[in-house]
């Protein structure tokens, strides 16, 4: 065991046949049917963990990517050697990208663990593809680098810069209040995604890139450049070149991924106020490390860490403005008292080591503020609890409305997306803008995994009467390009018979954001009633992945990982 352990490149995890010289043997000649001589054989090897798709817009550049990758680690004496994982293109999957997360994850550490490489380079970038890939290094504890492929460039429309999706979306509520014609929307539909990338904003992808940085995961700096920008290809040749020297050392994911590094992680999600499914995200991937997070964390790190990035969906600026302001680098500069300056990066210096060398570089104080005069004083996310929601729930209260984070309204309840589709926009539907939508049965249980649909529509008759936003809540999450006071991520979940099952029109629904409180105002004896009655939950799928996700899937509060596959 400890010879095996020891090999290196081709010969590492050799394929049993009883016999490893043979197997040795055997795999040397078949890898010299492709090409390959004996000098190159015998180096140490990268895998690459490639995920382009013709169903993943978001990853079109990664060829060019992948040559500038291979370039780093041929430059710094290993054999470079791509391998394919699925990619999950956000919105070319159904019911949802969370629901094949964590096969991917499986994905990648079966193959990072399987085959022979000493190091990996993990190309990832649209939504779910960063958080799977570091959800299976971490449990593959091979050493990884995190390269991601970097949002795109905005277009433009009458003079208007444009970035998916946080102006989709505006655009679109435009549309549904009468405000935009079917040309125009059909013409800004053409304009809001323009070059290869992640979204423009601080959505998901920018938030977990962002957050692959702050864990250490990933090349200092590397976050924010554009997919298109020649540092985009820069950075991967490094990564290439870093995966390398992981070699030597070696640091594998789970000296990097630790509760020290988590918690930086946290505070940058707060001071980016970025996307609420980084919470669902990060605790996946600390779950896999053994490292738990709770709301409690989460709220302690929100109540002493201040919001400090000026970008969309709740600011004014994009990514690549972000990349010219300075950075990742220059966010963490102004964190730097808050944060474990001892906690480990790829680049196998201290987060420490690599913010004193930044010492002058240029910051646009327009779009990262200095600690001292933040956008708030408070993070942008908080977590809630009570009687609606006894394990918890999420609001972004830097996208809500000041006016509505402390509110009491009347339920205007749908008890299933199709039952939302089918009555949102009936004229004779009862609601005013002091009501509540809540919708039921999105929660990672149910037929529907989870989807973004936590940010309900404004019923139409309102929207055209000039309502932009009202408190709405559910089980299901909300893209990280959107906005409103929206309470998602309901814990325990409408299918598993929480609380949020009972809500009927009319109920009473209480938020009080400075309380971290969401209450459902009715008699207990009234829900016990209501509770006695509730149908039994659908059956099981049949089969496949469907049954094992249904089956195993954690709430929200535990990261949507699978029960199985975190570390205990």
Request: charged letters at 20%; hydrophobic letters at 45%; aromatic letters at 4%.
């Amino acid at each position: 065991m400890a010879e095996e352990s020891s090999r290196r490149g081709i010969a590492r995890g050799l394929t049993n046949y009883g016999d490893p010289a043979f197997a040795a043997y055997l795999r040397r000649s078949f890898a010299k049917s492709m090409g390959y001589g004996d000098e190159a054989l015998a180096k140490p090897i990268v895998g690459i963990c490639h995920t382009p798709s013709g169903f993943n817009n978001c990853h079109r550049h990664f060829p060019e990517m992948l040559e500038a990758v291979k370039r780093g680690v041929l430059a710094e004496g290993a054999l470079p050697v791509p391998f394919p994982v699925i990619s999950l293109g956000e919105v070319f999957l159904s019911p949802t990208s969370l629901k094949f997360r964590n096969l991917m994850a499986m994905d990648v550490e079966e193959m990072v663990r399987a085959q022979p490489m000493d190091a990996v380079v993990l190309m990832g970038g649209c939504d779910k593809t960063v958080p799977a890939e570091l959800m299976g290094a971490v449990s593959a504890n091979v050493p990884a680098v995190m390269l991601v492929g970097g949002p795109m460039m905005t277009g433009r429309y009458r003079g208007e810069r444009l970035g998916a999706c946080t102006d989709c979306r505006r655009f679109w509520a435009a549309y549904r209040g009468g405000k935009v014609s079917d040309t125009e929307i059909g013409e800004i539909e053409g304009n809001l995604a323009v070059t290869a990338g992640t979204c423009a904003v601080m959505g998901t992808a920018s938030t977990m890139a962002c957050i692959a940085e702050a864990l250490g995961m990933a090349l200092p700096d590397s976050a924010a450049a554009p997919a298109v920008h020649a540092d985009r290809l820069r950075i991967a040749e490094e990564s290439g070149r870093t995966a390398v020297r992981l070699i030597g050392k070696p640091i594998a994911p789970r000296e990097i991924v630790t509760r020290k590094s988590v918690e930086n992680a946290l505070r940058v999600l707060l001071a980016l106020s970025g996307s609420t499914n980084a919470v669902i995200h990060l605790t996946a991937i600390a779950g896999r490390a053994g490292i738990r997070i709770t709301l409690d964390d989460l709220n302690r790190l929100s109540a002493e860490t201040p919001v400090l990035v000026d970008l969309k969906p709740t600011g004014d600026h994009y990514m690549e403005d972000f990349h010219a302001a300075g950075g990742m680098g220059a966010v963490l500069a102004e964190l730097a008292p808050l944060l474990h300056l001892d906690a480990l990066t790829v680049i196998g210096e201290t987060l420490g080591e690599r913010l004193a060398r930044r010492a002058g570089h240029y910051v646009n104080r327009a779009v990262v503020r200095e600690r001292a005069s933040p956008l708030s004083p408070v993070g942008g996310l908080i977590g809630l609890s009570g009687s609606l929601a006894p394990d918890g729930a999420l609001l972004k209260r830097a996208a809500a409305t000041p006016a509505l984070m402390e509110h009491e309204g009347r339920a205007v309840v749908f008890s299933s997306l199709e039952d939302l589709a089918a009555r949102i926009d009936d004229p004779d539907l009862d609601v005013t803008a002091d009501d509540v939508l809540v919708l039921q049965n999105a929660g990672p249980r149910s037929p529907s995994g989870m989807p973004e649909a936590g940010y309900l529509p404004i019923p139409r008759k309102l929207a055209a009467a000039g309502v932009k936003d009202m408190v709405r809540i559910s089980d299901a999450r909300m893209s990280g390009t959107a906005f409103g006071t929206i309470i998602l991520h309901v814990t325990p979940e409408a299918a598993l018979g929480g609380p949020l099952a009972l809500v009927r029109n009319g109920d009473r629904i209480a938020l009080s954001a400075s309380r971290h409180a969401i209450d459902l105002l009715v008699d207990p004896a009234e829900l016990a009633r209501r509770r006695a009655a509730l149908p039994p939950p659908p059956a099981s799928p049949p089969r496949g992945y469907s049954r094992l996700y249904e089956r195993t899937v954690l709430p929200a509060t535990e990261g949507c990982d699978f029960d199985f596959l975190r570390e205990p």
